[in-house]
Nanobody, 122 residues
Framework: QVQLVESGGGLVQAGGSLRLSCAAS????????MGWYRQAPGKQRELVAD???????NYAVSVKGRFTISRDNAKNTVYLEMNSLKPEDTAVYYC????????????????WGQGTQVTVSS
């Protein structure tokens, strides 16, 4: 009923920048929190940043000051601006939506995107 479609991943040199986008579509009434997680090979998935519908953002220590999360509530879209990228930022980045209310059924749901690869070369 809800799809999250990510875009913007790719290959970049260390010190470069990328911008990820994630658009949620479907029978959405509201989304409480949207965010980005990442998973590097052999490691657990970790939170990168998330943002509430009111604009309150939270960042992992490792990306604070380099990454900026933003959100367009009208478009149900979340963005991740990544600057000063490092090889250790290499991972699959997943979009996440929490506290999703639908127009068709009651309840609160969570959804994940398929992931987009970010590779930072040294």
């Amino acid at each position: 009923q809800v799809q999250l479609v990510e875009s913007g991943g790719g290959l970049v040199q260390a010190g470069g920048s990328l911008r990820l986008s994630c658009a949620a579509s479907g029978s959405i009434r509201s989304i409480n929190s949207m965010g980005w997680y990442r998973q590097a090979p052999g490691k657990q998935r970790e939170l990168v940043a998330d943002i509430t519908s009111g604009g309150s953002a939270n960042y992992a220590v490792s990306v604070k000051g380099r990454f900026t999360i933003s959100r367009d509530n009208a478009k149900n879209t979340v963005y991740l601006e990544m600057n000063s990228l490092k090889p250790e930022d290499t991972a699959v980045y997943y979009c996440n939506s929490l506290g999703v209310r639908l127009t068709t059924i009651t309840g609160i749901y969570a959804y994940w995107g398929q992931g987009t690869q970010v590779t930072v070369s040294s």
